[in-house]
């Protein structure tokens, strides 16, 4: 039996990874006003080490535009458009490692038991047509889920909340937006990590009051740590999983959207930014570094020929943190901004951290607007970490919110954000294994 592919992995395009971040104050959005409308305002704390306070919403407040109720106004369908099968040759799906059978135990007809399969690298990919993209109707509410109200749909109050921390942050943001206007090469990453919320002091993952899924108090976030890590079980795990959904997505017929994949081995280096680097930066990108204070230049290398695929400075702005002790994972919701460095590097002074191999899969769908990265991290001391992380395209986010902003719709952008919270919910749910729920005993004293 041949031996599994530990990583299986994929890049498209997008540059983005998510790490650590300990500075969780908010970028100031004061510099530059926003171009959505003020109806749509969040405030966003300035720039500090130490924790704003939280604007609470007023009676009398206007509601964000994109939180507007169905009843309040009317939602209008576009037409489903649909789009016929293109006779070409699909993309290759991942391909199985089958199993190996000694001589004269070949498996029956039932076919050999489930397992999970991981990408074999090379050998011819299976052809066949390609699946048309398929986006189902937007479902209302029916029957005994209607509420009282009779909305045709109710929010989730986590995605509501992601909605707002993403408002702020990045839509109303007037700095992070102006420095994306002064610099092609500089734009706004959102990203998502799987992991566990854990005490600081040494206290395990997070516990407390709560036994269902909650947005930690962000002036609670130095007490604790996000520590974003699995197994090697768990990541086989999570390959064979993502892989057979990958497959079932690319059948002829399949009722849902098609999923790419695409396998890289990379290598990142670290370097100071110096004065002279800074100064090549535009003007808000660089006035965002400096508050920062600790920006590196990161160089992506391709691993086998060494080319360079980028070179990028990573500033990261804030984060929001979901314990979910129901589940397997925690989920931290990360902004930063990603700027191409312009310059040359061959000066910049190598930071005295090992080089870092990454060897990952990335699995695509909806146009790419959600990506997610299964990805083995390998240390210059050979040390092995496996960190799954999920990517939007924060750039048709924006684009959602500003056309609530002109009033060409209501639905899009929290509809999006609601997509990334389900997609860490599914997936922390498919790693953990099932409690059986134990009766409440009757306790003396209590009514």
């Known amino acids: 039996m041949a031996a599994p592919h530990p990583v299986a992995t994929t890049t ?14 908010s970028i100031s959005a004061a510099v530059t006003p926003s171009p959505v409308a003020s109806a749509a305002k969040l405030q966003t704390p300035p720039l500090s080490n130490k924790m704003s306070p939280k604007r609470r919403w007023k009676r009398g407040d206007p509601k964000p535009v994109w939180a507007v109720m169905e009843r309040e106004a009317p939602l209008e369908l576009p037409a489903q458009q649909q789009q016929q099968a293109q006779d070409q040759g699909a993309p290759p799906p991942p391909q199985v490692l089958q199993q190996q059978y000694p ?85 706004v990453e959102i990203e998502a990590k ?20 909650c947005v930690v108090d962000e002036a609670y976030l130095g007490e604790t740590m996000f520590k974003s890590t699995m197994s090697l079980g768990q990541h086989r795990k999570m390959n064979g ?8 997505s690319n ?30 930066l535009s003007p808000t990108t660089r006035q965002l570094v400096e508050r920062d204070g ?16 980028d070179q990028i400075v990573k500033l990261r702005l804030c984060n929001l943190e979901i314990s979910s002790p129901q589940t397997e994972w925690d989920y931290r919701i990360s902004v930063n901004l990603e700027i191409k460095f312009p310059g040359p590097t061959s000066h910049l002074k190598p930071v005295n ?46 684009e959602a919110a500003e056309r609530i902003s002109r009033g060409e719709g209501t639905d899009d952008f929290e509809e999006m954000v609601a997509g990334m919270v389900n997609n860490l919910r599914v997936l922390s749910r498919e790693l953990t294994n099932p409690v059986v729920p134990v009766p409440q005993q009757l306790q003396p004293g209590r009514s």
């Open 294 to 309: 600790r920006a590196r230049v990161r160089i992506t290398r391709e691993e086998k020929s060494g080319e360079v695929i």
């Open 241 to 248: 999983f993502l892989n057979t959904l990958c497959q079932a």
């Open 353 to 398: 951290e090992p080089e870092r191999a990454k060897d990952r899969v990335s699995y695509s769908w909806l146009e790419g607007f959600y990506r997610i990265d299964l990805t083995q991290v390998t240390s210059g001391e050979g040390n092995k970490n496996h960190e799954l992380e999920l990517e939007v395209d924060a750039g048709r986010l924006i």
């Open 194 to 213: 799987w992991g566990q919320i854990h005490d600081r002091h040494g206290g395990g993952r997070l516990k407390g009051l709560h036994v269902t899924e």
């Open 12 to 25: 498209t395009t997008p540059t983005h990874h998510l790490h650590q971040h300990h500075n969780r104050t």
């Open 103 to 187: 001589p004269g135990h070949a498996p029956g007809p039932g076919g050999p038991p489930q397992s999970n399969h991981f990408y074999q690298n090379g050998g011819p990919p299976p052809q066949g047509p390609v699946p048309p993209p398929h986006i189902l109707p937007r479902r209302e509410l029916q029957g005994y889920e209607r509420p009282i109200t009779n909305d045709a749909k109710v929010y989730d109050e986590i995605s509501r909340k992601v909605c707002d921390f993403l408002w702020a942050n990045v839509v109303d943001n007037g700095m992070v937006r102006q420095a994306c206007i002064e610099s092609p090469g500089t734009q």
């Open 251 to 280: 059948t002829p017929g399949a009722d849902r959207a098609r999923i790419t994949y695409k396998h890289t081995k990379e290598s990142d280096s670290s370097f100071f930014l110096d004065q002279e680097g800074l100064a090549r």
